[in-house]
């Protein structure tokens, strides 16, 4: 029976700021690292293994990835990193305090930046400080200037697809450290979630969600481990 577990990154240090991260590379604070740690334990806790691991190229979801192996005596574990796992890119918003975004423009119009399926943030200006032109870890790509969750969705969903789902279908057992946003766009997929309600799909950090699939990777089971 296919399995996969999707990981969220520990607390990372603009978490703990309130501040929009998107693509930036920010690291774990010490309660993310925490998070990391207790997750690898419990997933060898309750008996879980894997085959193979995937993240994104982001510091703070490779680093959940490596902690969490570490815990269960497994950093030899196969891992490929893909920058279409990263977290939505926030644009204009990217490094600003959510909520003097609040108090600047009103909540509603930030609620519509954050939480509107297919209306992204205004784009990231081209001599931004966040601007990632020069990184060479994306040569080649297309970096955009903003996303909204149907273009994270759009970058995902296809890498999934062609990497993903095929080790899937032989039996592998897979775990994904990533990001609230791009997790969120496989749950979409992987249970058949509308539009207009998995912009309101929370995905705590540091906790390892189960997906218990069939040979044809329809949904078995979906839950939280730590309430299994």
Not at 22 to 43: F, K, N
Not at 60 to 76: D, K, P, V, Y
Not at 86 to 100: A, D, S, V
Request: with cysteine.
């Amino acid at each position: 029976m296919p399995t996969l577990v999707l990981l969220r990154h520990g607390q990372s240090q603009w978490n703990l700021e309130n501040r929009f991260t998107g693509w930036w590379d920010v690291d774990l604070t010490p309660a993310g690292e925490a998070e990391a740690r207790a997750a690898g334990r419990l997933l060898a806790e309750k008996g879980f293994d894997f085959d193979r691991c995937f993240t994104s190229f982001q510091r703070r979801a490779i680093r959940t990835l490596h902690l969490a192996l570490e815990e269960m005596n497994r950093l030899w574990l196969p891992e490929t990193k893909d920058w279409r796992l990263n977290e939505r890119h926030y644009g204009g918003l990217t490094g600003l305090n959510k909520q003097e975004m609040i108090d600047k423009v009103g909540e509603a119009q930030v609620k519509i930046w954050r939480r509107s399926f297919d209306i992204p943030p205004p784009e990231l200006a081209d001599d931004s400080p966040y601007a990632l032109v020069g990184d060479r870890r994306y040569d080649g790509i297309a970096i955009p200037s903003t996303e909204s969750l149907k273009d994270t969705i759009a970058r995902v969903l296809p890498y999934y697809e062609a990497e993903i789902a095929p080790a899937l279908r032989t039996g592998e057992r897979l775990l994904i450290a990533a990001h609230g946003n791009s997790l969120r766009a496989l749950e979409k997929h992987l249970s058949n979630i509308d539009d207009d309600e998995i912009v309101g799909l929370e995905i705590p950090t540091g906790q390892p969600i189960v997906y218990e699939l069939s040979d044809d990777l329809a949904v078995r089971d979906r839950y939280y481990l730590s309430e299994s």
